[in-house]
C-alpha cells in the first residue's frame, strides 16, 4: 500500500487509534479499539468513502487523519508530508492543507461569531495575505458556494441548516486545501437540501480538484458521490472497491447484509423477507472477539471465523477480509 | 405513559429563515447596546446603580459630616431633628455613614468579585480546557479552598497581614473564587467537546485561542450570574468581618453600619434595616444589569 | 373498505410565534383503516410531527391551538374531550414511539418496571400479573432472554434494543393505533431493518394500525400501504404507495424521490448531478395566498400564486394538491 504514494493525495497505513487503557483508580481500565490497523490511499482529485455502522470507527478515523485525536499508531501522509510525525508549530503550519467539515451544522459553527468570522477565522490564525486580502477571500467563498456576501454579517442561527453546511464547506475551503474531511456532511440535513449540498460539494471537487475522504452510513449518498469506498467493522475494514464493483458484486457478508438492510423506493416490498438479515447489534469495540470480529453475528461464519482473523486479501483491486471468500464457499 | 421528548421542536423547526432573508448590518457595539438598553429591566439596574454611586460619591458634597462624629443623641428616629436616616447608637449620622460607607462597600465588592472571577476563570478554565493530572491538580487545589472555612480563613488572613482594606478585599476575593472555578470548569468541559471548537482547532488555533476566544465567551452566561452574587456576598462578606471587628475600623461601611448597630436591633430597627436595604438594592441594580449583559453579548437573542 | 379505524378530518392547528401566527397544521385530513400502514412523509417543518401531537391531544397550548376539525378514534369524537379522558386513551388506545429512544426512557427505572407501569396505569393489573405481561411483550419485541432484560436499566441496553423496549411500552396495553415518529432515524441501517421487520411483524399479528412518521420514502416504500406526502402544514399528495411512489403527480413528491441519491446495485458508471428542490421551506408564518410549493416549483402556473390548490382525485388514482397535474 506504500508504493503508490507519487499520485495519492492521503495515504494512511497501519492506522491505530484506541482510547483509555493504563491504570485507573479501580484497576485497568478497558481498551476501546475504535479504529485498529487502518490503510487505505485516496488518488488525488477523487473522492474516498469510508461507510459503516456506530461503532465501526470511520468518524475516529477522519478525526485520526485531521489529527484531532491522538494516534495510537500508524502513518498518515498527505502529499509528500508526513502529517502523523508533526507536532506543535509545524503541524499548525501543515493543517493548511487539510480541513474538515461537520455533521451537525448546529454545532459546529461558533453561536458567538458572525459568519463572515468564523470563514475567516482560519486565514486569520494562520496569517494567510492582508487584511484586505482575507475579506476578499471571503467575499469570493460565500459566492463559491451559493450565499450572498451580505450575508457575512449575521450569525450561524439565522442561517437554515443546508446553509449553514454551506458556511462550514466555506471555512473549509478558505485556506485552500489539498483534501478535505468530510465527516457526514448531509446526514443532519432535511432530504431536499442533502441534494444541494451534494451537488455542490461535485461541482467544488470539480472546480478545484479537491480530494475528499467522505465518511457516512448512506450507502445511498456514498454510492453517489465516492469514487472507491471502503466498508468499516469495528474499526477495520472489511471490504474495499470502487463504488461500481463494491454495489455490483459486494463479497463481505457484512457488506451484503449492509447492502440488504436499506429501505429500497423501487417496489421491493415483495422480496424483504427473503434478503439477508443481521441478528443483534454491533458488539462493542471494548471486548473484542479473537476471530473475525464480525463472526459472531455473520450468518455464514465456521468455526475458523471465531478463531482466526481473516487478513484483508486483494484480488484485482478488490479488497476483502473474509475467510469464506475466494474460497468457493461464497 | 411516557411524554413526548421535545415537544416544541416542530415548533422551532417551522420558520426557517427564507432564503432572502434582510441583512442588517450595524456595528457590534452598537448592536449590542442597542439590545441592553430596549431590555427595561437592565436600563433600571443601571439607572439605580448610577443613583447609588451619585448618592456615595456625589452625596458628601451637599451633606458634609462626618460619619465617625457624634453629631446628636442615640438612636433618633429617621428624619427627627433633620437626620433623614436617623442616628446610631452612638448618635453618629447614618446618612454621612450610608454615603461614606458606600464608597467603601462598593469598592470592595466590586474589588473582591474582580479578583475571584480573575483567579476561578483562570483556574476553571485550564482545568476544563487541558483535564488529566491538569484538571486533578487544579480541582483538588479548589477543593483544599472549598472545605475551609471561609470566614475563619478569611480572619487569618487579615490577622496575619493587618486589617486594611486592601487585605479585607483580597481575603474575600481569595476564599471565594471556588465557585467560579467549578461553574467556568464545567462549563469548558461541555463545550470542549463541540464541533466549532474541533473545527477552529483544524484551522490551527493554539490553546490560548481556543480557551479565550472560541470557549470562553460560550461559557460566559453562568460565569456572569456567579459573579452577580458574588458582588452580592463580598459586600455581606466584609460586614461579617467588619462586624467581628476584623474589617478597618477606621473605615465606614455599610457593613460597619449593620455590625456596630446589631445589638440594639430590637430598639432601633431601622439603623440596620437601611444599610441592609442599601445593599439589597445594590445586588438587584448589579444582577439586572449582568442579565442585560449576558443577553446582550448573546447574538441569538440579539437579533430576533 | 370498511369505516376507518381513526378518521383525522380537516384538523387545523394555530401556532402564535414571535415572528407572527403560523399555520402549523392546514386542513389536514387523514384516515388509517384497521392493520393497516399509513406513511407521512415530509421534510422537518412540513407538520408530520404536530399531526402526531394532534392525534395524541399533545399539541402545546399555548402557544399551539387546535382550531377546527375533528379526531376520531373507532367513531369516538378525541377533539374536546377532557385531559382526563384523553391520558386514558393514549397509551391503551394509541400508543407512540419517538425517534430517541434515551430521552423518552426514565433512567432510574428498570425497562420491565417502565413497561408494568403503563399496564398497571390503564389496565389496572396486579403488579405481578403487570410484570408478567412486561416479560411477555419483551418476549413480543424480540428480546432475547426477556426475562432477565426485563431487570436491566434503559443504559444498559444498546440504541436498538431501547427501541424495541419503546415498541414494548407502546404495546403493551394493545393499542389500536401505533404512531412511530422517525422510529429508526437514530439507529444503524442494520438494526433499523430489524425494526421493520418487528413493527410489520406486529402489524400483521396484533391488527394493530401503524402511522409511521419518516423523512424517507424508502422506509415508506418497505414498510407502508398508503402514503400521504405534506409541505408546509398540508397535505399535497396521499393514496396507495405502489401509485404515488411509481407515478407521482406532485411535483414535490417528484422532487423528494429524485433528489435522493438511491442505493443502485448496479450503478452506472458516469454520474448525473441529483435532481435539486432549489430554496428551502418557507417560513409558516408568511405562506400567501397561492401553493406554499409555488416558490420552489419547477412548473408553477400564474394559477399556483393566487390560489391554494385543493387536494383530489388525479387520473392516477391517488389525491394530489396541484393545480398543473390537473390542469
Not at chain 1, 463559491?144 to 446553509?163: D, I, K
Not at chain 1, 461541482?203 to 452510513?217: C, N, V
Not at chain 1, 449518498?221 to 475494514?237: K, N, P, R, S, T
Not at chain 2, 458634609?64 to 436617623?86: C, I, K, Q, T
Request: glycine content about 10%.
Amino acid at each position: 500500500m506504500s508504493g503508490d504514494a507519487r499520485n495519492s493525495a492521503l495515504t494512511v497505513e497501519g492506522l491505530k487509534v484506541h482510547f483509555g487503557g493504563g491504570r485507573g483508580l479501580l484497576g485497568a481500565r478497558p481498551t476501546v479499539h475504535a479504529v485498529d490497523g487502518v490503510s487505505f490511499s485516496v488518488p488525488a482529485g477523487r473522492t474516498f468513502g469510508i461507510v459503516g455502522e456506530s461503532g465501526s470507527g470511520k468518524t475516529t478515523t477522519a478525526l485520526a487523519v485531521m489529527r484531532l485525536v491522538p494516534l495510537t499508531d500508524g502513518r498518515v501522509t498527505l502529499g509528500d508530508t508526513v502529517v502523523s510525525e508533526l507536532e506543535g508549530e509545524a503541524l499548525r503550519a501543515a493543517r493548511r492543507q487539510f480541513q474538515i467539515v461537520f455533521q451537525d451544522p448546529y454545532s459546529s459553527l461558533d453561536p458567538r461569531k458572525r459568519a463572515g468570522e468564523i470563514v475567516r477565522e482560519p486565514l486569520d490564525l494562520m496569517r494567510i495575505g492582508t487584511r484586505a486580502e482575507r475579506d476578499a477571500k471571503v467575499a469570493e467563498l460565500f459566492g463559491q458556494v451559493g450565499l450572498r456576501p451580505e450575508q457575512r454579517a449575521l450569525f450561524p442561527h439565522q442561517f437554515s441548516g443546508g446553509q449553514r453546511q454551506r458556511l462550514g464547506l466555506a471555512r473549509a475551503l478558505s485556506t485552500e486545501p489539498d483534501l478535505i474531511v468530510c465527516d457526514e456532511p448531509v446526514s443532519a440535513l432535511d432530504v431536499a437540501i442533502q441534494a444541494q449540498i451534494l451537488n455542490l460539494m461535485a461541482r467544488l471537487q470539480r472546480e478545484l480538484g479537491l480530494t475528499y475522504l467522505f465518511i457516512s452510513h448512506d450507502l445511498g449518498v456514498v454510492q453517489h458521490i465516492c469514487d472507491e469506498i471502503a466498508v468499516m467493522y469495528l474499526g477495520q475494514i472489511v471490504e474495499q472497491a470502487d463504488r461500481v464493483t463494491l454495489f455490483r458484486d459486494p463479497q463481505h457478508p457484512y457488506t451484503k447484509a449492509l447492502l440488504a438492510a436499506v429501505p429500497s423506493v423501487h417496489g421491493a416490498r415483495a422480496d424483504r423477507r427473503a434478503r439477508l438479515r443481521l441478528k443483534g447489534d454491533p458488539p462493542s469495540p471494548v471486548n473484542l472477539p479473537p476471530g473475525c470480529r464480525f463472526a459472531s453475528r455473520c450468518p455464514v461464519a465456521e468455526p475458523r471465523c471465531h478463531r482466526e482473523a481473516p487478513p484483508l486479501v486483494e484480488r484485482g483491486g478488490h479488497r476483502c477480509a473474509c475467510w469464506l471468500v475466494g474460497s468457493g464457499e461464497n | 405513559m411516557t411524554k413526548p421528548p421535545d415537544m416544541l421542536a416542530p415548533l422551532d423547526a417551522a420558520p426557517p429563515l427564507a432564503e432572502e432573508a434582510p441583512v442588517r448590518a450595524m456595528h457590534p457595539a452598537r448592536e449590542m447596546a442597542g439590545m441592553f438598553f430596549r431590555n427595561y429591566p437592565a436600563v433600571f439596574g443601571l439607572v439605580l446603580l448610577l443613583a447609588i454611586l451619585a448618592f456615595t460619591f456625589v452625596g458628601p458634597l451637599y451633606h458634609p459630616v462626618d460619619p465617625f462624629e457624634m453629631v446628636w443623641a442615640p438612636f433618633s428616629r429617621p428624619g427627627e431633628e433633620g437626620y433623614l436616616f436617623g442616628t446610631d447608637y452612638l448618635g453618629r449620622d447614618i446618612l454621612a455613614a450610608m454615603m461614606a460607607g458606600g464608597q467603601v462597600s462598593l469598592a470592595i465588592g466590586l474589588a473582591a468579585a474582580v479578583i475571584s472571577l480573575v483567579i476561578g476563570v483562570t483556574v476553571g478554565a485550564f482545568a476544563g480546557y487541558y483535564g488529566g493530572w491538569v484538571e486533578e491538580a487544579l480541582m483538588r487545589f479548589t477543593e483544599f479552598f472549598q472545605v475551609l472555612p471561609t470566614l475563619l480563613f478569611s480572619m487569618v488572613i487579615v490577622a496575619l497581614f493587618g486589617a486594611s482594606l486592601l487585605t479585607v478585599t483580597f481575603a474575600i476575593g481569595v476564599v471565594s473564587w471556588t465557585a467560579v472555578a467549578r461553574v467556568t470548569r464545567s462549563e469548558f468541559l461541555r463545550i470542549r467537546e463541540l464541533e466549532y471548537v474541533a473545527a477552529a482547532r483544524s484551522g490551527s488555533a493554539k490553546d490560548g485561542y481556543l480557551i479565550f476566544r472560541v470557549i470562553l465567551p460560550n461559557a460566559l452566561p453562568p460565569i456572569v450570574v456567579q459573579a452577580n452574587l458574588m458582588v452580592g456576598s463580598a459586600i455581606l462578606f466584609e460586614a461579617a468581618l467588619s462586624f467581628l471587628g476584623l474589617s478597618d475600623p477606621n473605615v465606614m461601611s455599610w457593613g460597619q453600619v449593620i455590625g456596630s448597630n446589631r445589638p440594639y436591633i430590637l430598639d432601633a430597627g431601622f439603623a440596620v434595616a437601611i444599610p441592609g436595604f442599601a445593599i439589597f438594592l445594590t445586588v438587584l441594580a448589579i444582577s439586572l444589569i449582568g442579565d442585560g449583559l449576558n443577553d446582550a453579548l448573546n447574538p441569538k437573542l440579539r437579533q430576533r | 373498505m370498511s369505516a376507518p379505524l381513526l378518521d383525522i378530518d380537516g384538523i387545523v392547528v394555530d401556532f402564535s410565534t414571535r415572528a407572527g401566527d403560523a399555520r402549523v397544521l392546514d386542513h389536514v385530513s387523514l384516515d388509517v383503516a384497521e392493520g393497516e400502514i399509513l406513511g407521512i412523509v415530509g421534510e422537518s417543518g412540513c407538520g408530520k410531527s404536530m399531526t402526531a401531537l394532534s392525534i395524541m391531544g399533545l399539541v402545546p397550548q399555548p402557544p399551539g391551538r387546535l382550531t377546527s376539525g375533528s379526531i376520531r378514534l373507532a367513531g369516538r369524537e378525541l377533539v374536546g374531550l377532557p385531559e382526563s379522558e384523553l391520558c386514558d386513551i393514549r397509551g391503551k388506545e394509541i400508543g407512540m414511539i419517538f425517534q430517541e429512544p434515551m430521552s423518552s426512557l426514565n433512567p432510574v427505572l428498570t425497562v420491565g418496571e417502565q413497561i408494568a407501569e403503563s399496564v398497571r396505569l390503564h389496565e389496572g393489573a396486579s403488579p405481578r400479573a403487570a410484570m408478567a405481561r412486561a416479560v411477555e411483550m419483551l418476549r413480543a419485541v424480540e428480546i432475547p432472554e426477556a426475562d432477565l432484560r426485563a431487570k436491566a436499566y434503559p443504559h444498559q441496553l444498546s440504541g436498538g434494543m431501547r427501541q424495541r423496549v419503546m415498541i414494548a411500552i407502546a404495546l403493551a396495553c394493545r393499542p389500536r393505533v401505533l404512531i412511530a415518529d422517525e422510529p429508526t432515524t437514530a439507529l444503524d441501517a442494520t438494526v433499523q431493518a430489524q425494526i421493520f421487520d418487528l413493527l410489520q411483524d406486529l402489524q400483521r399479528d396484533m391488527g394493530t394500525a401503524i402511522v409511521l412518521i419518516t423523512h424517507d420514502m424508502g422506509a415508506v416504500a418497505e414498510l407502508a400501504d398508503r402514503v400521504a406526502v405534506m409541505y408546509a402544514g398540508r397535505v399535497v399528495e396521499k393514496g396507495a404507495v405502489g401509485t404515488v411512489l411509481s407515478d407521482p403527480r406532485h411535483p414535490y413528491t417528484r422532487g423528494l424521490i429524485a433528489c435522493v441519491p438511491h442505493l443502485e446495485p448496479d450503478p452506472p458508471a458516469v454520474r448525473a448531478p441529483l435532481l435539486e428542490i432549489p430554496g428551502v421551506v418557507p417560513a409558516l408564518t408568511d405562506l400567501g395566498r397561492g401553493c406554499a410549493f409555488a416558490p420552489r416549483c419547477g412548473s408553477r402556473i400564474a394559477r399556483c400564486d393566487a390560489e391554494k390548490p385543493p387536494l383530489e382525485a388525479m387520473d392516477g388514482g391517488h389525491l394530489t394538491a396541484c393545480w398543473v397535474a390537473r390542469a
